[in-house]
């Protein structure tokens, strides 16, 4: 059973730059999470994505938006990047939509530097 | 709305001696309660997790929390640390029925031999 993989693994942009990362759900997940973890901070949620349609979202702008697809894998994607999104991106996928089974298995992480 | 402190950003601690990570939450309505580990350069494990049920929970590596509604916390203990378990430890809660996990800013727990 593969965990959950993300890429790419580091990226550099130059502010004003459009970005697209990556998820792919653990085996058996139909539900993936994404969140921005700044320097010294926890993570913080921006959305949530079940079975294709977007299921809560966090307090960030509408230049983050995302996709799901039908093998679950999900596409975080920022347009008019800003200094302030550098941050390590987290994707966590879980195996249900049920609150109480609601277990999230994160991946390792992209890490965006904006210049 | 919810709203997770971690009392501590670092606590550095000598090898085999014991741990206490304190966390405290605010939140009107019921909610899970988890504690992630993050180690170097890697995203986050679940330690261990609270739904329901003994409000005492463990986790594989030794590590305990006890759920405490009147105080509202939810601490993290070991009786005897390793250099291993060197990590950036998270509290978080979730409603139980929303989307989104709510974390705190984390504790670093440096190991001394």
């Known amino acids: 059973e593969t965990g959950v993989t993300q890429s790419p693994t580091h990226l550099i942009k130059t502010r004003g730059q459009q970005v697209t990362l990556r998820c792919s759900s653990q085996?058996?997940?139909?539900?993936v999470s994404w969140y921005q973890q700044a320097l010294g901070q926890g993570p913080q949620f921006i959305f949530q994505?079940?079975?294709?349609?977007?299921?809560g979202r966090g307090n960030f702008p509408p230049r983050f938006s995302g996709l799901q697809f039908p093998n679950y894998s999900s596409e975080l994607n920022v347009n008019a990047l800003e200094l302030d999104d550098s941050a390590l991106y987290l994707c966590?996928?879980?195996?249900?939509?049920?609150?109480?089974?609601?277990?999230?298995?994160f991946g390792p992480g992209t890490r965006l530097t904006v210049l | 709305a919810q709203s997770v402190t971690q009392l501590d950003s670092q606590v550095p601690v000598f090898e085999e001696a014991p741990v206490e990570l304190r966390c405290n939450y605010s939140?009107?309505?019921?909610?899970?309660l988890f504690w992630y580990v993050q180690y170097p350069n890697q995203g986050l494990q679940l330690l261990l997790k609270?739904?329901?049920?003994?409000?005492l929970v463990e986790s594989i590596n030794g590590f305990e929390a006890e759920f405490n509604k009147s105080q509202t916390s939810f601490h993290l203990r070991k009786p005897s640390v390793h250099i291993s378990d060197t990590a950036e430890y998270f509290c978080?809660?979730?409603?139980?029925?929303?989307?989104?996990?709510?974390f705190g800013s984390g504790t670093r727990l440096s190991i001394r031999p």
């Open positions: 966590a996928s879980s195996p249900t939509r049920d609150r109480v089974a609601d277990t999230q298995y």
């Open positions: 085996s058996g997940h139909n539900t």
């Open positions: 994505y079940y079975r294709e349609e977007e299921n």
């Open positions: 939140s009107s309505v019921s909610v899970y």
């Open positions: 609270y739904l329901s049920g003994s409000t």
């Open positions: 978080a809660v979730m409603r139980s029925s929303a989307s989104k996990i709510i």
